[in-house]
């Protein structure tokens, strides 16, 4: 999820630890817990691209990472904030190391929960950035701050933050069922035959909702609103996977394939492949619009290496997007 949603659960988090205790300096050392995690994103400065997207989400975002960390900033902090134990920080620490990745398991990108193994937990049923998620949640952690340590308020606005916002994510598993259903039914009325169904929420809502399909020579793109009233019309995008011929068995391609988990395509702009991880969809809700939101250059440079580059996003498209969202949440 995005930074400042992953303060408000870490601070959340650290309030129901040690809030009681130590009032406010619970929220603020539990929103630096809930921030630890996403400093993976350092490592684009020390690797490249498609190395730093396998790190993303991994090591820092596991229960291993919690667990051998969580005692060592808790010993660490502990040493200047006497008026908890050691082990009460270390305790603190952990829910919000944990916390963290839990909530990331919601959103499309998953998150290597159960690193080393390789197993990325990803139930594609909230967006990264969803403000309904957020803002009650940030609402009553302000509510809660307001409060004397030792008020029954000041517990209650907590405890009210965290239900509601786990509510709703129990909320969002249980509209995408009900998407998937629509998917379901879509294609087999329009006798669409596929191999794997993929549905995920779109920007800032659970309310309309985007699914990937894959078929034996294209991948389809559809949408649905809870509010339609017409049959699901599917986009169609070529595969092109032979387009990248011998880079197929390249290492980084490989990477590539293994991080879109198989759903990308290929594209070729100028004499240039570009790599497009389906997974995330397009900048555009427009059927004829073929901008993925992540789309990578591939080069084959003459010492035999490849070097992948993302393909720079323009700020028109997100605005764009936005608009196209407005309008289509509203059903067809």
């Excluded at 190395?51 to 900033?73: D, K, M, Q, W, Y």
């Amino acid at each position: 999820m995005d930074s400042l949603t992953q303060i408000v659960l870490g601070a959340a988090v650290g309030e129901a630890v040690l809030g009681r205790k130590i009032g406010n300096k619970a929220m603020l050392y539990g929103a630096i817990a809930g921030t630890i995690p996403d400093l993976d994103i350092l490592a684009s400065n020390f690797t490249d691209t498609v190395n730093a997207l396998e790190i993303h989400r991994g090591f820092t975002h596991s229960i291993f990472f919690a667990v051998i960390f969580a005692p060592l900033f808790g010993w660490l902090v502990s040493r200047w904030e006497r008026a908890a134990s050691w082990k009460s920080w270390s305790w603190l620490f952990f829910w919000g190391l944990f916390t963290h990745p839990l909530l990331d398991g919601f959103t499309t990108w998953g998150t290597q929960l159960f690193w080393p193994l390789d197993i990325r937990l990803a139930f594609k049923s909230i967006f990264v950035i969803d403000p309904l998620y957020t803002l009650p949640f940030l609402t009553f952690l302000i509510l809660t701050m307001r409060q004397k340590r030792t008020s029954l308020k000041r517990k209650r606005y907590n405890q009210l933050g965290l239900l509601i916002s786990s509510l709703y994510l129990v909320l969002g598993l249980v509209l995408k069922g009900l998407a998937f259903q629509q998917f379901e039914k879509n294609l087999e009325t329009q006798k669409i035959n596929y191999f794997a169904i993929e549905t995920k929420p779109t920007p800032f809502n659970t309310i309309l909702w985007t699914a990937n399909v894959d078929t034996p020579t294209e991948y389809l793109i559809g949408h649905y609103s809870f509010f339609d009233s017409q049959p699901i019309q599917f986009t169609a995008y070529s595969k092109n996977h032979e387009k990248l011929g011998t880079l197929k068995t390249t290492d980084k391609i490989k990477q590539l394939i293994k991080i879109s988990k198989g759903w990308y395509t290929i594209t070729e702009e100028n004499g240039e492949l570009y790599f497009n991880d389906l997974r995330f969809g397009l900048m555009r809700l427009d059927p004829k619009a073929e901008n993925f939101v992540f789309s990578y250059k591939i080069e084959a440079l003459e010492n035999g290496t490849i070097k992948v580059t993302e393909k720079e996003k323009n700020p028109r498209d997100g605005k764009a997007l936005l608009k196209d969202l407005w309008q289509r949440i509203g059903g067809n």
